[in-house]
Protein backbone atom coordinates (compact mmCIF):
# COMPACT_ATOMS: atom_id res chain seq x y z
CA UNK A 1 0.00 0.00 0.00
CA UNK A 2 1.33 4.08 -0.87
CA UNK A 3 1.71 5.81 1.92
CA UNK A 4 1.17 9.42 0.00
CA UNK A 5 0.04 10.73 -2.59
CA UNK A 6 -0.66 14.41 -4.51
CA UNK A 7 -4.04 15.01 -6.10
CA UNK A 8 -5.66 18.41 -7.75
CA UNK A 9 -8.06 19.96 -5.37
CA UNK A 10 -10.96 20.41 -7.80
CA UNK A 11 -14.16 19.76 -9.31
CA UNK A 12 -15.48 18.72 -12.86
CA UNK A 13 -18.88 19.89 -12.12
CA UNK A 14 -20.06 23.08 -11.19
CA UNK A 15 -21.16 23.47 -6.91
CA UNK A 16 -25.19 22.76 -7.27
CA UNK A 17 -26.03 24.43 -4.33
CA UNK A 18 -26.63 28.53 -4.43
CA UNK A 19 -27.41 28.29 -0.34
CA UNK A 20 -23.93 27.73 0.76
CA UNK A 21 -20.08 28.35 -0.41
CA UNK A 22 -18.71 25.59 1.28
CA UNK A 23 -17.95 23.05 -1.49
CA UNK A 24 -17.59 19.56 0.80
CA UNK A 25 -17.13 17.46 -2.43
CA UNK A 26 -14.62 14.77 -3.27
CA UNK A 27 -12.89 16.19 -6.07
CA UNK A 28 -13.31 13.23 -8.67
CA UNK A 29 -9.75 12.12 -9.27
CA UNK A 30 -9.64 10.91 -5.53
CA UNK A 31 -12.55 8.40 -6.08
CA UNK A 32 -10.77 7.49 -9.21
CA UNK A 33 -7.76 6.77 -6.99
CA UNK A 34 -8.79 4.28 -5.03
CA UNK A 35 -11.79 2.68 -7.22
CA UNK A 36 -8.73 1.86 -9.49
CA UNK A 37 -6.35 0.63 -7.08
CA UNK A 38 -8.97 -1.62 -4.73
CA UNK A 39 -11.76 -2.39 -6.89
CA UNK A 40 -12.58 -4.06 -10.32
CA UNK A 41 -15.96 -3.38 -12.86
CA UNK A 42 -19.06 -4.72 -11.59
CA UNK A 43 -17.81 -4.76 -8.12
CA UNK A 44 -20.49 -2.47 -5.48
CA UNK A 45 -19.46 0.54 -4.00
CA UNK A 46 -20.73 2.52 -0.67
CA UNK A 47 -20.40 5.85 -0.19
CA UNK A 48 -22.19 6.44 3.25
CA UNK A 49 -21.92 9.87 3.53
CA UNK A 50 -22.53 10.73 -0.35
CA UNK A 51 -23.19 14.33 -0.16
CA UNK A 52 -23.60 15.49 -3.68
CA UNK A 53 -23.30 12.06 -5.37
CA UNK A 54 -19.28 12.41 -6.49
CA UNK A 55 -18.37 8.71 -5.62
CA UNK A 56 -21.76 7.43 -7.04
CA UNK A 57 -21.00 9.24 -10.58
CA UNK A 58 -18.06 8.19 -10.68
CA UNK A 59 -18.13 4.98 -9.58
CA UNK A 60 -20.92 4.27 -12.12
CA UNK A 61 -18.81 5.85 -15.27
CA UNK A 62 -15.80 3.49 -13.78
CA UNK A 63 -18.71 0.51 -14.44
CA UNK A 64 -18.98 -0.28 -10.67
CA UNK A 65 -22.22 -0.48 -9.23
CA UNK A 66 -22.74 2.97 -7.08
CA UNK A 67 -24.75 2.94 -3.72
CA UNK A 68 -24.66 5.89 -1.52
CA UNK A 69 -26.71 6.76 1.93
CA UNK A 70 -26.69 10.80 2.31
CA UNK A 71 -29.53 12.30 5.38
CA UNK A 72 -29.70 15.99 3.69
CA UNK A 73 -32.57 15.25 1.12
CA UNK A 74 -31.98 18.18 -1.02
CA UNK A 75 -28.36 16.52 -1.46
CA UNK A 76 -29.92 13.05 -2.08
CA UNK A 77 -32.12 14.55 -4.47
CA UNK A 78 -29.07 16.63 -6.56
CA UNK A 79 -27.23 13.62 -6.07
CA UNK A 80 -29.70 11.51 -8.18
CA UNK A 81 -30.02 14.01 -11.26
CA UNK A 82 -26.13 13.33 -11.69
CA UNK A 83 -26.37 9.12 -11.76
CA UNK A 84 -28.01 6.46 -13.70
CA UNK A 85 -28.89 4.32 -10.54
CA UNK A 86 -31.17 6.75 -9.04
CA UNK A 87 -32.70 4.61 -6.73
CA UNK A 88 -28.90 3.41 -5.17
CA UNK A 89 -28.95 6.97 -3.95
CA UNK A 90 -30.17 6.55 -0.58
CA UNK A 91 -31.99 9.06 1.14
CA UNK A 92 -31.54 8.04 4.84
CA UNK A 93 -29.27 8.32 7.82
CA UNK A 94 -26.29 5.95 7.52
CA UNK A 95 -26.59 5.55 11.89
CA UNK A 96 -29.20 3.02 10.51
CA UNK A 97 -27.58 2.11 7.34
CA UNK A 98 -27.87 -2.05 8.32
CA UNK A 99 -31.53 -1.65 7.85
CA UNK A 100 -31.69 0.17 4.35
CA UNK A 101 -31.87 -2.94 2.05
CA UNK A 102 -28.29 -2.48 1.07
CA UNK A 103 -26.58 -5.75 -0.74
CA UNK A 104 -23.37 -6.85 0.49
CA UNK A 105 -20.42 -4.53 -0.85
CA UNK A 106 -17.20 -4.64 -2.36
CA UNK A 107 -15.51 -1.55 -1.25
CA UNK A 108 -16.41 1.67 1.12
CA UNK A 109 -15.15 5.24 0.53
CA UNK A 110 -16.99 8.77 2.23
CA UNK A 111 -15.71 11.65 3.98
CA UNK A 112 -17.65 11.87 7.28
CA UNK A 113 -19.46 15.77 8.37
CA UNK A 114 -16.42 17.17 10.35
CA UNK A 115 -16.54 18.19 13.99
CA UNK A 116 -15.10 20.05 16.19
CA UNK A 117 -14.15 18.86 19.83
CA UNK A 118 -15.42 21.92 20.90
CA UNK A 119 -19.25 21.82 19.32
CA UNK A 120 -22.24 21.03 21.22
CA UNK A 121 -24.36 19.77 18.22
CA UNK A 122 -23.66 16.31 17.02
CA UNK A 123 -23.12 16.81 12.92
CA UNK A 124 -24.32 13.32 12.56
CA UNK A 125 -27.76 14.12 14.03
CA UNK A 126 -27.99 17.38 12.70
CA UNK A 127 -30.84 16.59 10.25
CA UNK A 128 -32.78 15.63 13.76
CA UNK A 129 -32.06 18.62 15.73
CA UNK A 130 -31.19 17.02 18.46
CA UNK A 131 -27.79 17.81 21.05
CA UNK A 132 -25.38 15.89 21.70
CA UNK A 133 -21.32 16.29 21.68
CA UNK A 134 -17.97 15.00 20.49
CA UNK A 135 -18.15 12.13 21.77
CA UNK A 136 -21.50 10.90 20.75
CA UNK A 137 -20.17 12.02 17.34
CA UNK A 138 -17.22 9.35 17.65
CA UNK A 139 -19.75 6.60 19.06
CA UNK A 140 -22.03 7.21 15.82
CA UNK A 141 -19.01 6.93 13.95
CA UNK A 142 -18.13 3.72 15.22
CA UNK A 143 -21.36 2.17 15.16
CA UNK A 144 -21.84 3.37 11.42
CA UNK A 145 -18.52 1.31 10.48
CA UNK A 146 -19.59 -1.76 12.57
CA UNK A 147 -22.47 -1.85 10.34
CA UNK A 148 -20.69 -1.37 6.99
CA UNK A 149 -17.95 -4.20 8.36
CA UNK A 150 -21.61 -6.35 8.66
CA UNK A 151 -21.78 -5.45 5.12
CA UNK A 152 -18.65 -5.41 3.61
CA UNK A 153 -17.06 -8.79 2.10
CA UNK A 154 -14.22 -10.79 2.87
CA UNK A 155 -12.17 -8.67 0.35
CA UNK A 156 -13.23 -5.66 1.17
CA UNK A 157 -11.85 -2.81 2.16
CA UNK A 158 -13.07 0.37 3.54
CA UNK A 159 -11.71 4.34 3.09
CA UNK A 160 -12.73 7.55 5.35
CA UNK A 161 -11.26 10.44 4.00
CA UNK A 162 -10.74 13.04 6.54
CA UNK A 163 -8.32 15.59 8.24
CA UNK A 164 -7.58 17.05 11.12
CA UNK A 165 -9.00 20.32 12.16
CA UNK A 166 -6.73 23.33 13.00
CA UNK A 167 -8.99 26.53 14.00
CA UNK A 168 -8.90 29.66 16.00
CA UNK A 169 -9.54 27.74 19.36
CA UNK A 170 -6.85 25.35 18.86
CA UNK A 171 -6.61 21.52 16.97
CA UNK A 172 -9.57 18.72 17.15
CA UNK A 173 -7.16 15.61 16.15
CA UNK A 174 -10.47 14.20 14.32
CA UNK A 175 -8.68 12.00 12.10
CA UNK A 176 -6.59 10.54 14.89
CA UNK A 177 -9.92 9.81 17.12
CA UNK A 178 -12.03 8.46 14.07
CA UNK A 179 -8.95 5.76 13.25
CA UNK A 180 -8.93 5.25 16.82
CA UNK A 181 -12.91 3.95 17.35
CA UNK A 182 -13.23 2.41 14.41
CA UNK A 183 -10.16 0.53 14.65
CA UNK A 184 -12.11 -1.40 17.86
CA UNK A 185 -14.73 -2.62 14.69
CA UNK A 186 -12.83 -3.39 11.50
CA UNK A 187 -8.77 -3.79 11.06
CA UNK A 188 -6.38 -0.65 10.23
CA UNK A 189 -4.50 -1.02 7.06
CA UNK A 190 -2.76 2.24 7.78
CA UNK A 191 -2.99 5.90 6.43
CA UNK A 192 -2.39 7.70 2.99
CA UNK A 193 -1.79 11.24 3.52
CA UNK A 194 -3.51 13.17 0.33
CA UNK A 195 -1.29 16.20 -0.19
CA UNK A 196 -3.53 18.59 -1.93
CA UNK A 197 -2.86 20.91 -4.43
CA UNK A 198 -3.40 23.80 -3.93
CA UNK A 199 -4.79 23.05 -0.39
CA UNK A 200 -7.34 21.37 1.92
CA UNK A 201 -8.88 23.25 4.55
CA UNK A 202 -9.45 23.82 8.57
CA UNK A 203 -5.96 25.07 8.64
CA UNK A 204 -4.17 21.93 6.31
CA UNK A 205 -2.78 21.20 2.90
CA UNK A 206 -3.84 17.85 3.58
CA UNK A 207 -5.93 14.92 4.57
CA UNK A 208 -5.76 11.20 5.53
CA UNK A 209 -7.08 8.24 3.60
CA UNK A 210 -7.82 5.46 6.98
CA UNK A 211 -7.64 1.89 4.90
CA UNK A 212 -9.86 -0.84 6.79
CA UNK A 213 -10.56 -3.86 6.30
CA UNK A 214 -13.27 -6.46 7.20
CA UNK A 215 -11.97 -8.05 10.47
CA UNK A 216 -11.06 -11.90 10.03
C1 LIG B 1 -18.17 15.86 3.72
S1 LIG B 1 -19.79 15.69 3.08
C2 LIG B 1 -19.55 14.44 1.85
C3 LIG B 1 -19.45 15.01 0.45
C4 LIG B 1 -19.37 13.95 -0.63
N1 LIG B 1 -18.15 13.18 -0.54
C5 LIG B 1 -19.47 14.60 -2.03
O1 LIG B 1 -18.60 14.42 -2.87
O2 LIG B 1 -20.45 15.32 -2.26
C6 LIG B 1 -20.60 14.77 4.37
C7 LIG B 1 -22.05 14.47 4.10
O3 LIG B 1 -22.56 13.62 5.13
C8 LIG B 1 -23.94 13.92 5.29
N2 LIG B 1 -24.40 13.36 6.57
C9 LIG B 1 -24.33 13.93 7.80
N3 LIG B 1 -24.85 13.11 8.73
C10 LIG B 1 -25.27 11.99 8.07
C11 LIG B 1 -25.90 10.77 8.48
N4 LIG B 1 -26.19 10.55 9.77
N5 LIG B 1 -26.18 9.85 7.55
C12 LIG B 1 -25.89 10.07 6.21
N6 LIG B 1 -25.32 11.23 5.77
C13 LIG B 1 -25.00 12.16 6.68
C14 LIG B 1 -23.98 15.44 5.18
O4 LIG B 1 -25.28 15.90 4.88
C15 LIG B 1 -22.96 15.70 4.08
O5 LIG B 1 -23.58 15.82 2.82
Redesign the pocket.
Known sequence: MRTCLKLPKCQELPFPDAKTSED???PEALVETFLHEYTQIGDVTL?????????LRVAEAMGRIPYG????RE?AEKARCIINHKYNMIM????DIRTLGLPPIDFCI?????MKQTQITN?????LRAKGGYLQYLA?IKSIYQQIAELLQPHGMAVIEVGNLKLAHGVTPLAWDIALVVSEVMDFQGEIVVDWEPSYGNGYDHSYCLMFSKRA
Open positions: TRFDPFAGYGTTVEANRGDSRGSPPVVLREHD
